[in-house]
């Protein structure tokens, strides 16, 4: 099984003008969005609180959060989004795909629009 990348763009929700955009790896397996600290930076956001994640090693981490409107495929989305070190591939969460009704195709490597966004 291969990776799904897509282009999203971060918007800091209280200057809608300021973003930053980036290709970002799909990750079902991950709950909330994941960008590089010094992007999220440059576009006025700064960590609001902490939250301990536990990474794909078993390792536990506290790391900066904040809220940021996502925004891919012609989807808007407010979603919860982690401070990554400088070098962190972006990461785009389930739950941010779930909230605009996207699930991934993973035999085809592709996102597909569902009919109707899950209210269940």
């Not at 209280?14 to 992007?39: I, N, S, Y």
């Not at 904040?66 to 925004?71: C, D, G, S, V």
């Not at 495929?73 to 401070?83: A, H, N, P, Q, W």
Request: net charge negative; hydrophobic share 40%.
């Amino acid at each position: 099984m291969g990776t799904t990348h897509v282009t999203v763009t971060v918007r800091n929700p209280a200057q809608p003008e300021r973003t930053w955009e980036g290709l970002f790896l799909v990750d079902t397996g991950a709950v909330d969005c994941f960008v590089p600290g010094k992007h999220l930076e440059s576009i006025g956001l700064q960590p609001g609180a902490t939250r301990t994640y536990e990474l794909a090693d078993g390792t536990e981490v506290k790391l900066g959060i904040t809220t940021a409107q996502i925004e891919f495929m012609g989807e808007l989305v407010g979603s919860t989004v982690i401070f990554g070190p400088e070098n962190a591939e972006p990461i785009l969460g389930v739950t941010a795909l779930e909230s605009v009704g996207i699930e991934v195709d993973p035999q085809n490597q592709r996102l597909k629009r569902l009919p109707a966004a899950r209210l269940k």
